[in-house]
């Protein structure tokens, strides 16, 4: 299951904040939770919380995002999340207003989202801070299909083990049939601890043609990533996406 929270986060004199911060906004938050769960989210391969800073340009605003990811996460962080009004970090007090909270979601809710979508074959994913994916050891600082589509599938099958996506010949078909259309793209780096991960911010505009029930698969995968982010360390403030269709 999953639940997602967005907050307007400041600092005391009003200051907004950088995207960067919300991994100090995520230690922060494990520090609230029993140590049993913290240490378990650290030994996860995908973490059960997912989050990101970004900001809102037309109201000059920092929204924090945080979106939890399993049955576990929920018990243990909604109850400190529904309630949460400030975080202190070494630099700041951080001023937190929550201003949504979701119901809690299945996968059968998430498929319900996506029949409700648009039947558009275009689709535009804004990445509001830095994305990357790694591939062999290496960062790929360019987003492609088949890395998007890898990234997500396997996030959905790790969080939904009970409807698992595994159909090579749909999984091809998906790959084959999507394309970039066009991007508005620039180099970013996401500073964390005393490392910089090369990555990318901006926009694309993915075109499909794809049948009716890939369609409704390639929806439903999109819905899904606003919760979980796509890329690498989506836990420590990376690969935050909105979906327009």
Not at 90 to 110: G, M, N, R, W
Not at 209 to 232: A, D, H, N
Request: with cysteine; aromatic share 10%.
């Amino acid at each position: 299951m999953i639940q997602n929270f967005q907050y307007l986060i400041q600092t005391p004199d009003g200051t907004s904040i950088p995207s960067f911060w919300a991994y100090r906004l995520y230690a922060a938050l494990l520090e609230q939770l029993p140590v049993e769960f913290a240490d378990a989210v650290h030994e996860q391969g995908f973490s059960a919380i997912s989050q990101y800073i970004r900001f809102d340009h037309e109201k000059h605003q920092s929204i924090w995002v945080v979106s939890l990811l399993t049955d576990d996460a929920i018990s243990y962080c909604a109850p400190i999340l529904t309630n949460i009004t400030h975080l202190s970090l070494h630099e700041s007090t951080i001023i937190i207003k929550k201003i949504q909270q979701s119901d809690v979601l299945t996968a059968d809710t998430i498929i319900t989202q996506a029949e409700q979508l648009s039947s558009s074959q275009a689709v535009r994913i804004v990445f509001h801070n830095a994305a990357s994916f790694k591939s062999n050891g290496i960062y790929q600082i360019f987003p492609t299909v088949p890395l998007i589509l890898q990234n997500l599938l396997q996030r959905w099958n790790e969080f939904f083990p009970e409807m698992l996506l595994e159909d090579d010949d749909a999984i091809q078909m998906l790959t084959n049939n999507l394309r970039i259309r066009s991007y508005r793209l620039k180099s970013s780096t996401y500073r964390l601890k005393q490392s910089s991960i090369p990555g990318f911010c901006g926009e694309i505009i993915i075109s499909s043609k794809l049948s009716p029930p890939m369609l409704e698969l390639w929806k439903m995968l999109l819905i899904f990533s606003e919760y979980t982010g796509i890329g690498i360390k989506t836990a420590l403030g990376m690969g935050g996406v909105s979906i327009f269709v």
